[in-house]
């Protein structure tokens, strides 16, 4: 069964950092970007960032550029995302997401509360 671990979410006052972590179980292979969306309260899912496999290239959501890294290691098929400078406006459900060959996968979740 193709599964997504995410893990790091958590409280944080505003002006803190976190740092989500996600792994791509073994049978997900043929990976071609791995990559972090968010959905705050009645809106929609956003994307947050993304990253090629390989690390070839990223894209960040200009409501979070200097603010967050997004990094891989695609042998271990874990992507992670640094945040830092928290705002309260960032309190979200942040979700995984990989892209491949073979369909895209999506994780359970991690909530991330920024306060004020």
């Known amino acids: 069964q193709p599964q997504l671990v995410e893990s790091g979410g958590g409280l944080v006052q505003a002006g803190g950092s976190l740092r989500l972590s996600c792994a791509a179980s073994?049978?997900?292979?043929?990976?071609?970007?791995m990559g972090w969306y968010r959905q705050a309260p009645g809106k929609q899912r956003e994307l947050v960032a993304v990253?090629?496999?390989?690390?070839?290239?990223?894209t960040y959501a200009d409501s979070v550029k200097g603010r967050c890294a997004i990094s891989i290691d695609s042998y271990k098929k874990v992507v992670y995302l640094q945040m830092s400078s928290l705002k309260p406006e960032d309190t979200a459900v942040y979700y995984c997401?990989?892209?491949?060959?073979?369909?895209?996968?999506w994780g359970q979740g991690t909530q991330v509360t920024v306060s004020s």
């Open positions: 997401r990989v892209d491949s060959t073979r369909g895209d996968y």
């Open positions: 990253i090629s496999s390989g690390d070839s290239g990223s």
């Open positions: 073994g049978s997900i292979s043929g990976i071609r970007a």
